[in-house]
């Protein structure tokens, strides 16, 4: 007893960038997803790896090094051996043995390649733990929750396939009907377990993201229907993501050997991961952000100005994107942990629609960060070249990416790009750009024949809230 004391008073806590939400273990913050403050949740203190942790992990599979960096952040919230096999179970259901196998392109030019999970795209690799530790939480407290998400492409596949058929949770996620791609619809529309709802809403993306936004902030039905985010602001998501940069840069020679990573970004979650795993010790030379023609980060960096303009639809739609919401959490630590500047900042950013970093912030992002952006003519151009010059096919995501770290070539150290999604589900974009369609792994190909099930309503919060409250377990079946 008085050990384990000793222990949770070590253990690192979670506090909000915003400043006056409540401090909260691992399981409160992954069941939370958003800060009752707004904000967003980060460990108080980085946990380090020395270098000779990191030598260490050269000689362990995925899962053994997942266990390593994710265990400080866990705590004793979760025994050992039992998160030792929840990592083993969740990273068995991708299709590589490797499960984020690296690909070299050219003399010190690499991929780190993703999309090896149930959906094809690199979400998987975060949703596939989340869903496995919210419902073993939510077992063993004996609660329900009710997940509810917006989707405009890969997120909502990802997070029904983690969620499918777990009893402790019903998944609603909303579409823009008629505004998805066929293979993303027919990935979250073609799941058979009763606990999975679609919902086209009539509208666009931006709608279905009003009505979350609405549900999230109406902290009556957020309590009613005990409803968990799943989005990329889940802290969850962001740990288990530290991990591939750690697993890549030890085969690379880590930690004598410093890499480069260029992420292709949309929201910040993947990018901030990279951030992360450098706090706790690995040695990366610089992060390159990768953006499409979206590209309030790259703006953002050169001026020290944050500002969304309107949202381009692209070729790589899931970085289609003009908030960025995980750059909070980078603002937060620019600022030296100052919550209060931090809300200063998001109350510009509401108010007068832009906000504006200090020299010493910007210092600090450019430091670390450097940012690229791609348009349309130069992803059709890298995906064909790169086809030609290598054989390798990329999907539009990736292809943002290599044309970025082409820019940031070294010919000192590693550059390690990260494949975001696989060419199939991109097919179109692909085909324009090789005149030839990629090839269809047979774990899509299964889904793209199978019956589909949603149910298409009106862009209408009551009418959403009484479709939910209809279905949702939790309401039906109240708690003791
Ligand atoms: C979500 C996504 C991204 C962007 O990742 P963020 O964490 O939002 O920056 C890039 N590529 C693909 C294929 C994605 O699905």
């Not at 690296?102 to 979400?123: C, D, I, N, R, Y």
Request: a negative charge.
């Amino acid at each position: 007893m008085a050990d384990q004391m000793q222990n949770q008073a070590n253990e690192l806590r979670y506090v909000s960038t915003r400043g006056t939400a409540p401090v909260l273990g691992f399981e409160d913050v992954m069941l939370a997803g958003l800060a009752r403050d707004g904000g967003l949740y980060l460990p108080d203190v980085w946990p380090r790896f020395t270098p000779a942790d990191i030598q260490a992990m050269s000689g362990l599979s995925y899962a053994q090094t997942a266990c390593r960096v994710m265990e400080p952040f866990v705590g004793s919230d979760i025994a050992r051996e039992e998160f030792a096999e929840i990592v083993e179970a969740a990273y068995a259901t991708f299709s590589h043995s490797a499960v984020t196998p690296l690909v070299e392109l050219g003399s010190g030019q690499w991929l780190l390649e993703l999309f090896h999970g149930p959906t094809l795209a690199f979400k998987d690799v975060a949703m596939q733990l989340l869903g496995r530790l919210m419902d073993r939480t939510l077992k063993r407290r004996g609660g329900r929750a009710t997940i509810v998400g917006a989707t405009s492409g890969d997120t909502g596949g990802a997070a029904i396939e983690a969620f499918a058929g777990r009893e402790s949770v019903d998944i609603f996620i909303l579409h823009p009907h008629g505004r998805v791609s066929d293979v993303q619809r027919r990935q979250m529309t073609t799941a058979r377990a009763d606990n999975v709802h679609n919902i086209a809403i009539k509208g666009t993306f931006d709608d279905c993201q009003a009505l979350l936004k609405a549900l999230f902030n109406d902290l009556e039905q957020r309590d009613r229907l005990s409803l968990a985010g799943v989005n990329s602001i889940n802290w969850a998501r962001i740990m288990a993501q530290t991990v591939y940069y750690f697993v890549s840069a030890a085969a690379l020679g880590a930690p004598e050997r410093p890499v480069r990573f260029c992420v292709p970004t949309g929201n910040f979650g993947d990018v901030f991961a990279g951030y992360a795993a450098s706090r706790m010790g690995l040695p990366i030379d610089r992060l390159v952000i990768a953006t499409n023609v979206n590209d309030i980060l790259v703006r953002t960096l050169k001026s020290g100005r944050y500002e969304p303009n309107a949202v381009v639809a692209t070729s790589s739609p899931s970085m289609d994107i003009q908030v960025s919401s995980n750059f909070e959490r980078l603002i937060f630590e620019a600022a030296g942990r100052d919550s209060v500047r931090v809300c200063q900042l998001m109350d510009d950013l509401a108010g007068q629609g832009s906000f504006t970093l200090s020299e010493n912030e910007l210092a600090f992002l450019r430091s670390a960060f450097a940012a690229e952006a791609v348009d349309e003519e130069q992803v059709e151009r890298t995906i064909r070249e790169v086809a030609r010059e290598t054989g390798y096919v990329c999907d539009p995501h990736t292809a943002v990416g290599i044309a970025a770290a082409r820019r940031q070539h070294t010919t000192r150290i590693p550059v390690v790009t990260l494949a975001t999604a696989h060419p199939a589900k991109f097919p179109d974009a692909v085909e324009a750009a090789t005149g030839k369609r990629p090839d269809v792994p047979s774990r899509l190909e299964e889904k793209l024949g199978a019956d589909e099930r949603f149910e298409i309503i009106d862009n209408d919060y009551d009418a959403l809230v009484a479709f939910i409250e209809a279905r949702a377990r939790v309401v039906a079946e109240p708690r003791a």
